[in-house]
């Protein structure tokens, strides 16, 4: 059962050609992770993989369509799914309107346990990307997990 599922729309305080080029490459990922996650993760520029609670998960670029759409497909995941980052340009040319869609193919038991996760999961990741491009670290996030000198507005 195809479910479509899309995140809040927000601003977020960077132009379109530098959000996408936070995302556009499978490593820059990794960078995010707390330092105990990152043992369990691999990537390259196309694709990310790692073990979470035992299962291993996939994602790779499907396609990339610059400063503009980046979509990203399941690669080895325990359901199909496709998602896409969209960075549109807003009035201020050194911020983009952004928004997360997810499509993915779940069957009624698994849409039933995960679709309101799902859509709070894509919204609490516009809200982080939000919080970080304002130089502010997200809500619920402790600082202590990351790095010494890590500096959101960096990214």
């Keep these: 059962m195809a479910v479509e599922i899309n995140s809040k729309r927000a601003t977020v305080s960077k132009a379109p050609y530098q959000l996408y080029m936070a995302f556009v490459d499978m490593r820059n990922f990794v960078q995010f992770l707390p330092e105990d996650k990152k043992a369990d993760v691999t990537a390259d520029y196309d ?50 309107d952004f928004q997360i869609k997810l499509s993915a193919d779940l069957n009624f038991m698994m849409k039933t346990l995960l679709g309101s996760k799902l859509q709070s999961a894509l919204d609490k990741v516009v809200d982080s990307l939000v919080a970080l491009s304002e130089g502010r670290m997200p809500e619920g996030i402790d600082p202590s997990m990351y790095p010494e000198g890590f500096d959101p507005s960096k990214l």
Excluded: C, W
């Excluded at 790692?50 to 670029?61: E, H, S």
């Excluded at 396609?63 to 549109?88: C, K, N, T, W």
């Design 47 to 96: 694709s990310i993989h790692a073990v979470v609670q035992g299962f291993n998960i996939g994602v790779k670029v499907a396609e990339r369509v610059p400063y503009s759409r980046i979509e990203f497909a399941d690669d080895g995941a325990p359901f199909q799914f496709r998602l896409f980052m969209h960075f549109d340009p807003s009035s201020d040319p050194y911020k983009t």
